[in-house]
């Protein structure tokens, strides 16, 4: 079975900044009994590197700046070499996480990030109206990547 990491970034006091983690909470909730690790943090440190290379799959889940406020993106994301990943950096960005599992534990394991443009990242724990329509859907499609690495041929077949 794939083992399969999802990690929802945000600023819980930032209005939409706050999507990744509100779309953890939600997955909790839906992917019961699930062989799928959950991880809700502010930020990407090099922390979580060791978790990452002992996956087959990491989904990152965030809210972005680029679009119409509402607007939802998934795309494939690859490491960034090591050397422009900074070992004393506080932070990373998806890639940088990445190309810190590779360079610490020889592993980079296939991943997605799925986002939504925000319109509020002012203080405030509420999404906005968009972005709260957006969440079922980003949550469900989640769902359908996790059906699809875990169980490839039954989807295959559907």
Known sequence: ?????????????????????????????????????????????PELAERVAKVDLVLFVDA????????????????????????????????????????LYQKAPEAMLLTVTGECFGYGTQLSAEVAKALPGVVHHIEEIIEQTVHPKKMAHA
Not at 71 to 81: G, M
């Open 1 to 45: 079975m794939a083992k399969i990491l999802v990690i929802g970034y945000g600023n819980p006091l930032r209005s939409d900044d706050c999507f990744g983690l509100r779309a953890v909470e939600q997955l909790k909730k839906e992917l019961k009994g699930q062989e799928v690790e959950l991880i809700k943090s502010q930020q990407l440190t």
């Open 64 to 103: 972005d700046t680029d679009g119409v406020s509402g607007t939802t993106h998934t795309r494939r994301i690859y490491p960034t070499s090591a050397q422009a990943t900074s070992a004393m950096m506080h932070h990373l960005d998806p890639s940088g996480l990445l190309g810190l599992a590779q360079a």
